[in-house]
Nanobody, 116 residues
Framework: QVQLVESGGGLVPPGGSLRLSCVASGFSFRNYRMNWYRQAPGKERERVARISQFGSTVTYAESVKGRFTISRDNAKNTVYLQMNSLKPEDTAVYYC?????????WGQGTQVTVSS
């Protein structure tokens, strides 16, 4: 069955870094555009980064530009989110998402907390 499994979240002080990973299985990973979303308490889910099927095109939310980097390794069925210069407002549950022409797939999420 389809699975997206995120890892790498945790507690980090402001200015710190984390690297999230999402391992995919059960579908043809290289055919899917991959996204990272996040949802903070009381807020709507927002997309923070997107990468095209072979990584040639990436886009970011304005709030994370210059601090976050999305990448993928199609040989490992894995997408990454490198997060630097983290701020308290980056605190959220981060979700991996795969989208194509059909219904999207979602991971279970990983908590990122930025606090001193």
């Amino acid at each position: 069955q389809v699975q997206l499994v995120e890892s790498g979240g945790g507690l980090v002080p402001p200015g710190g870094s984390l690297r999230l990973s999402c391992v995919a299985s059960g579908f043809s990973f290289r055919n899917y555009r991959m996204n990272w979303y996040r949802q903070a308490p009381g807020k709507e889910r927002e997309r923070v980064a997107r990468i095209s099927q072979f990584g040639s095109t990436v886009t970011y939310a304005e709030s994370v530009k210059g601090r976050f980097t999305i990448s993928r390794d199609n040989a490992k069925n894995t997408v990454y989110l490198q997060m630097n210069s983290l701020k308290p407002e980056d605190t959220a549950v981060y979700y991996c998402n795969a989208d194509s022409l059909g219904p999207p797939y979602w991971g279970q999420g990983t908590q990122v907390t930025v606090s001193s």
